[in-house]
Structure formats: structure tokens, C-alpha cells
């Protein structure tokens, strides 16, 4: 990857996924609440804030447009439906997930956290594998040197 915005968004997918992969080992193996995955949940919390919040809303406004005008439309609406579906269970999710984090969570909470979490990552994990396969390399190709170097920048300041 030779754009500066895909090098970064590859970064956090990495980051992501290998935060995901010790979510759902833990949430597999711990049926009830273990106070000890607080600080994992934490993460998890945060990591899902800045996926929902700052990256999804980077790509659907910056990126996927760009795609879009290029003829991969297909391919941006996908990834689009595919942010709404997890922001959908990430809804259900976060409010378990932060009261888990505070060691606060009854034994309902926790088992709704561990099937909505097991979900969500299944979910993240396919779509970051799509974003490297389609999106990140052609970003190579969208975005003129200026461009890359204005919107990592942007990026970078959100």
C-alpha cells in the first residue's frame, strides 16, 4: 500500500482485528461475568467508539464517495450497509459492554454482551477483510499524492 490513508486505515484494521481475536477468545471462554476482563471490555468499548464514530464516518464521507465517482459504487454501498449493520448491534452492544467494563453487569447483561460481542466481531472481522482486499489497494489509485496527503492529514485530526 503506497497511499498515506491506506497505510493508516490498514494500521487500525490490524490493530482491530488483533483487539477482536483476544474478545472473542475471552468471551468464549468465560460464560459468566469475570471481573478480570474488565480492562479487555474497556478496550473493546473503545476501540468499537472510534471504529463507529470517527473511522466508519471517514470512510463513508471521504472515501467512499471517491469510490463511488471512480465506478465502484457496488462496492462503497456494500461496505455502507455493512457499517449500518454493525452500528445497529454495536447499539445493543455498548451499554453491556460499559457496564462490564465498570464491573457492573447482571447475568442477563452478560450473556445478551457475549452473544451481541461474538456477533459483532464476526461481523467486523469479515468486513475489515473485505476493506483490505477492495478498498485499501484501490485508494492507491484514487487518491492523487495531494489528495492522500489532505485527507491523512484530516484523519489524523478528527
Known amino acids: 500500500m503506497s497511499s498515506q490513508v491506506s497505510r493508516i486505515l490498514d494500521e487500525e484494521h490490524r490493530n482491530n482485528i488483533a483487539l477482536l481475536g483476544k474478545v472473542e477468545q475471552a468471551l468464549s471462554r468465560a460464560s459468566r461475568y469475570d471481573p478480570g476482563l474488565a480492562g479487555l471490555i474497556g478496550q473493546f468499548v473503545g476501540a468499537l467508539e472510534n471504529d463507529i464514530a470517527r473511522h466508519f464516518r471517514f470512510e463513508e464521507e471521504q472515501l467512499f464517495p471517491r469510490m463511488t465517482d471512480a465506478g465502484d459504487g457496488g462496492m462503497a454501498a456494500l461496505l455502507t450497509e455493512e457499517h449500518e449493520a454493525i452500528r445497529e448491534v454495536a447499539a445493543e452492544l455498548l ?49 492523487e499524492e495531494a489528495d492522500d496527503r489532505e485527507l491523512a492529514f484530516a484523519y489524523a485530526a478528527t
Not at 123 to 142: C, F, G, N, W
Open 95 to 143: 451499554p453491556l459492554a460499559t457496564q462490564a467494563a465498570a464491573g457492573v453487569i447482571d447475568e442477563a447483561g452478560w450473556s445478551a454482551l457475549r452473544r451481541n460481542a461474538l456477533e459483532l466481531v464476526e461481523r467486523q472481522v469479515s468486513h475489515i477483510q473485505k476493506e483490505t482486499m477492495a478498498l485499501l489497494p484501490l485508494l492507491d489509485d484514487l487518491l
